[in-house]
Nanobody, 113 residues
Framework: QVQLVESGGGLVQAGGSLRLSCAASGGTFSNYAMAWFRQAPGKEREFVAA????????NYADSVKGRFTISRDNAKNTMYLQMNSLKPEDTAVYYC??????WGKGTLVTVSS
């Protein structure tokens, strides 16, 4: 049973930074792509960034390109999202996804203006 636990969310002022982590257990972490999604209040869940199993191939939503960096450490079964130059519109619950079927419960990021 794959379990994913996100952490690192919180309240930050616009222009600030946060680093999210997603710790995985119960699966073969290095075999699958992983991704971050987010869901703002009243909106649908949207893709943020993804990283292939090796960590060498990444892709990002246009809204976060140049500000967010996704990475993973397969030795630690952990994925990260470094978020810089945060904007109020980045406020959302951030979820990590393993493969295509497994989701964490999310961590809340609030960016104040």
């Amino acid at each position: 049973q794959v379990q994913l636990v996100e952490s690192g969310g919180g309240l930050v002022q616009a222009g600030g930074s946060l680093r999210l982590s997603c710790a995985a257990s119960g699966g073969t972490f290095s075999n699958y792509a992983m991704a971050w999604f987010r869901q703002a209040p009243g909106k649908e869940r949207e893709f943020v960034a993804a990283v292939r199993w090796s960590g060498s191939i990444t892709n990002y939503a246009d809204s976060v390109k140049g500000r967010f960096t996704i990475s993973r450490d397969n030795a630690k079964n952990t994925m990260y999202l470094q978020m810089n130059s945060l904007k109020p519109e980045d406020t959302a619950v951030y979820y990590c996804r393993y493969d295509t079927n497994y989701w964490g419960k999310g961590t809340l990021v609030t960016v104040s203006s």
